[in-house]
């Protein structure tokens, strides 16, 4: 079965500190791998995707086959950047699942 | 502007009742999904639809049923809503490819 797992429920880092969540996850066959955000009272939302491999809002995604892992990253965090942040997956069949996701709080 | 529209943002129901929740997508995407969002557990897949008529059971089936008669709305059927059933419902649609799921508003269903 597949499996996303976010183990921070909680993250918290000061403006302009490096910040990476962490996303593992199972799946037998070619998962793809995104994050989605979800700001203060608003929807959720793509944020990357990793067969674009691009940085948006500066944030970046390496997905690791070996360690079955695709961590988000940025540099220096902004205040703005404050939100909770969900790990999901798309297998075979058509369907998607998410982590538990990680509130991640960045102090000024 | 992509739309995906949950009929209600907030409910609330007693045990025992049937309970339906609407969403409808005007991005004519293949895939919808339902989902129940709690705090600590993230997004819990409910059920999801690849097709009209197509339904799967995502990791949570048990207490809900969904409809799928036209490609745009997916419906999610509380049974006999149950105290358990309180919880923050999020409808998603997507291609057939997932390239990116887009959300509702979601609605808050409380069972009383």
């Known amino acids: 079965a597949q499996r996303v797992t976010q183990p921070e429920k909680l993250l918290s880092v000061f403006k302009g500190a490096p910040v990476e969540l962490k996303c593992n996850y199972s799946y037998s066959g070619s998962p793809e791998l995104f994050w989605y955000v979800q700001y203060s009272r608003q929807r959720l939302q793509l944020l990357l995707r990793?067969?674009s491999r691009e940085s948006i809002k500066g944030f970046t995604a390496d997905l690791n086959k070996g360690e079955t892992s695709f961590h988000l990253k940025k540099p220096f965090a902004q205040e703005e950047d404050s939100a909770m942040y969900y790990c999901?997956?798309?297998?075979?069949?058509?369907?998607?699942?998410f982590g538990a996701g990680t509130r991640l709080t960045v102090k000024p | 502007d992509v739309k995906v529209t949950q009929s209600s943002r907030y409910l609330v129901k007693r045990t025992g009742e049937k309970v339906f929740l609407e969403c409808v997508q005007d991005?004519?995407?293949?895939?919808m999904f339902w989902y129940r969002q709690d705090p600590g557990l993230g997004l819990r897949l409910i059920y999801f639809s690849y097709d009209v008529k197509m339904k799967e059971k995502g990791d949570i089936p048990e207490g809900y049923s969904v409809s799928r008669e036209k490609k745009e709305r997916f419906s999610l059927i509380l049974e006999s809503a149950s105290t358990n059933q309180t919880s923050m419902y999020l409808c998603?649609?997507?291609?057939?490819?997932?390239?990116?799921?887009?959300f509702g508003q979601g609605t808050r269903l409380t069972v009383v």
């Open positions: 998603a649609s997507a291609d057939r490819r997932n390239t990116e799921a887009f």
């Open positions: 990793h067969i």
């Open positions: 991005m004519d995407h293949e895939n």
């Open positions: 999901a997956l798309s297998g075979n069949n058509n369907d998607m699942r």
